[in-house]
C-alpha cells in the first residue's frame, strides 16, 4: 500500500512558477515510478511527468518540457514538480500518481496509487 498526498497548489499569475509536491508513504519506492498527471475542467486527464525512483530517469509531456522539472527527495520519500512559465492552459487539478514498476509509463491506468489532487489557477 502507497499512500499520496499532495500540496502546494494555488493561484498564480501567467508567467509564474510553483511546485508541487507529493509525499509518499506506505512502503518503500526503490522499484517504483512516480508520476504527475492534470485534469482540466472537462479535459481528458493528462500526462505531465514521470520519474524513476530507483535512478531519476524522468519522463515529460511535450507540453510541459522544458517548463517543467520533476526530482525527489529520498529521505522524505516525496516528489516535486517545479514548473516555470505557466500559462493558463496548466490551469487543472494535478494528481501525484505511482507504478510499481520502475519503466515509466504515461498512461494513467497503468498507475494503481493516487493521491487527492492539488488545484493550480493560472491567471492571465
Known amino acids: 500500500q502507497v499512500q499520496l498526498v499532495e500540496s502546494g497548489g494555488g493561484l498564480v499569475q501567467a508567467g509564474g512558477s510553483l511546485r508541487l509536491s507529493c509525499a509518499a508513504s506506505?512502503?518503500?519506492?526503490?522499484?517504483?515510478?512516480m508520476a504527475w498527471f492534470r485534469q482540466a475542467p472537462g479535459q481528458e486527464r493528462e500526462f505531465v511527468a514521470a520519474i524513476s525512483w530507483s535512478d531519476g530517469g524522468t519522463t515529460y509531456a511535450d507540453s510541459v518540457k522544458g517548463r517543467a522539472t520533476i526530482s525527489r527527495n529520498n529521505g522524505k520519500n516525496t516528489v516535486y514538480l517545479q514548473m516555470t512559465s505557466l500559462n493558463p492552459e496548466d490551469t487543472a487539478v494535478y494528481y501525484c500518481?505511482?507504478?510499481?514498476?520502475?519503466?515509466?509509463?504515461?498512461?494513467?491506468?497503468?498507475?494503481?496509487?493516487w493521491g487527492q489532487g492539488t488545484q493550480v489557477t493560472v491567471s492571465s
Open positions: 500518481a505511482a507504478r510499481r514498476l520502475s519503466l515509466p509509463s504515461t498512461r494513467g491506468d497503468e498507475y494503481g496509487y
Open positions: 506506505g512502503r518503500a519506492l526503490n522499484t517504483y515510478t
